[in-house]
């Protein structure tokens, strides 16, 4: 198996594959955690077989015009490379700032760093207190394009933020980017279906779910927010 994941990571641009030696948080089925890895190793289909699970996280941005923000993942990236998905999804790192639980705080901290690493949204347009807990999924993906090497398994924060933004994006992380109302995304799901498009599995989880049920409630986040369950889907 280490043959063959070095094999892969051969060809994948450099940039990625330092970025795959940061460290996230490692946590148990309750979301406790319990320590920290490489974000290689979390992502290898080997340790995910055997148990291992991370926490990450899933940003919603939404305009003043309560449109989302969609984010097409560059080509560059060692998982899911090319597909769409929300608007920034990474995880927390194994630091004391982004492992701090109380009230997603450390999760927050984590989204405010990664939105502007990709779409160089800087801090100062997304305030912390933009930021909204909403709740949790568990899920459990193969890479796609399949590789039997990476995959992804995840408790996953998801976060809505509503701001009028500057993007700037980063094109060894970001392809294209564009906002969209409900009846477009509901036109790209329908493509994804009919294999016309690709989305992330985590993205598509979370459309099919809930996202349609708690668009209207953009303006009324209390309404929707959910800390205590934490939704598995295998």
Request: with cysteine; glycine share 4%.
């Amino acid at each position: 198996m280490q043959a063959k994941v070095e094999d892969v990571m051969k060809s994948k641009d450099e940039v990625q594959v330092q970025l795959m030696q940061e460290r996230c948080i490692l946590v148990n089925v309750q979301d406790q955690a319990i320590g920290s890895a490489s974000k290689k190793k979390c992502h290898l289909l080997e340790n995910i077989n055997d148990g291992m699970l991370h926490r990450a996280f899933s940003v919603f941005l939404f305009n003043e015009r309560d449109e989302l923000l969609l984010q097409q993942r560059s080509d560059a990236k060692i998982t899911f490379p090319g597909m769409f998905t929300n608007t920034c999804c990474s995880h927390p790192l194994d630091t004391v700032l982004e492992k701090e639980d109380e009230g997603g705080i450390g999760v927050k901290r984590a989204a405010q760093r990664k939105l502007f690493h990709e779409l160089g949204i800087t801090p100062d347009q997304v305030p912390l207190t933009l930021f909204h807990y909403i709740t949790r999924i568990k899920y459990q993906a193969e890479n796609i394009p399949r590789d039997n090497v990476f995959g992804e398994h995840e408790i996953d924060y998801v976060l809505f933020v509503k701001r009028n933004v500057s993007v700037c994006s980063n094109v060894n992380e970001v392809k294209s980017y564009r906002y969209v109302n409900q009846a477009e995304l509901r036109k790209i799901l329908g493509d994804a279906d009919s294999g016309e498009i690709k989305i992330t599995p985590w993205f598509k989880l979370i459309c099919e779910t809930f996202l349609f049920d708690w668009w209207p409630s953009i303006d009324k986040v209390e309404s929707i927010q959910d800390h205590e369950t934490i939704h598995v889907f295998s």
